[in-house]
């Protein structure tokens, strides 16, 4: 396995399953479509953000969005994961773990103190995050009228 950065035909591969990527991770409660996917990480990649990709035997097997972020209250920098995925077929195989350990490094590289992200409840990902030393920051609530 190999985790690098994307070529542009990757980059494009990850925008067209990107919309199954949300889907899953908000638990089957959004499916956006690929404009809506263009338009939520076109502006991340201006800002600076990047992928991490990993490839399998020259499959894509897998992706992590970060970048630089800012608190809302005090301004102070922070690294933000911005999505976390792996195709159903690679995983249980560690990618993840180390998708999310090479951008960590690379963000702690850049002198941030502190990375955040947030994940749906019930979402598996969580222990990942939690075995990675992520606790819980804040808490936000929903009531379905």
Not at 49 to 69: M, N, Q, T
Not at 91 to 119: F, M, P
């Amino acid at each position: 396995m190999e985790i690098r950065t994307p070529t542009s035909a990757e980059l494009e591969l990850i925008l067209t399953l990107s919309p199954q990527a949300l889907f899953e991770g908000t638990l089957g409660g959004v499916m956006p479509t690929s404009e809506k996917i263009k338009g939520l990480i076109e502006p991340l990649l201006a800002k600076g953000c990047r992928y991490f990709i990993a490839v399998e035997g020259g499959d894509l097997a897998g992706w992590i969005l970060f970048g630089k972020s800012k608190d809302q209250f005090t301004d102070t920098p922070i690294g933000f994961i911005y999505e976390l995925f792996v195709l159903e077929q690679f995983r249980g195989k560690g990618y993840s773990k180390q998708l999310l350990s090479k951008a960590l490094d690379h963000l702690k590289s850049e002198n941030l103190l502190e990375v955040r992200l947030s994940a749906f409840s019930g979402n598996h990902a969580i222990k990942l995050y939690e075995k990675a030393g992520f606790h819980v920051r804040t808490v936000n609530m929903s009531l379905n009228l």
